[in-house]
């Protein structure tokens, strides 16, 4: 029995972070969707929500579950008996995913699985969607329909909100 972790901030999850999922589900026995807090990032949904969403997203795959985690990586790797991380690989991505992987590997020994982004979603980062959506743009396309929802709600009320600032 393997089992995988695919750890991301997911703020929001997007096709790209689910085919990698999906696809991590096709090779590995029990995947884990591990929601972490990229502390250099600003977000737009709490952890809470983003399990939340990424919850109803993977209920369509048996041996899929979702969960938070805090602190290292690595530390969640072991507490869960995880053999692996996977990831998905854009091609801007490559020197900062090596650089964890290698990181991640010397603290504990723990390797990581990259997946080739499919090619349909290599552009599409949730940084890039948050940007696009807050902007007045149309980010339908990059997400599944219930998470562009939410995403193009919760950005209207920021914007609101931040209108109303002084
Ligand atoms: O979707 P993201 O923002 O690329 O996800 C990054 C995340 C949360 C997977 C990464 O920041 C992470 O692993 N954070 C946990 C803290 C940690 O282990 N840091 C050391 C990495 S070598």
Redesign the pocket.
Known sequence: MTRAVC????DPVTHGHLDVIERTAQIIDEVVVAV???IA?NSLFTPEERVEMLAAECAQWSNVEVTL?G????DFCADNDIDVISKGLRAADLGYEL??AQ??RQLTGVDTLFLPTAPQWAFVS?SLVREVATLGGDVTAFLPAEIATRTMTRVASRNAGAAGDV
Do not use: A, E, I, Y
């Open positions: 750890p991301g901030s997911f972490g807090t990229n990032k985690f602190g290292l990586l690595v650089q964890m990181m991640n949730s």
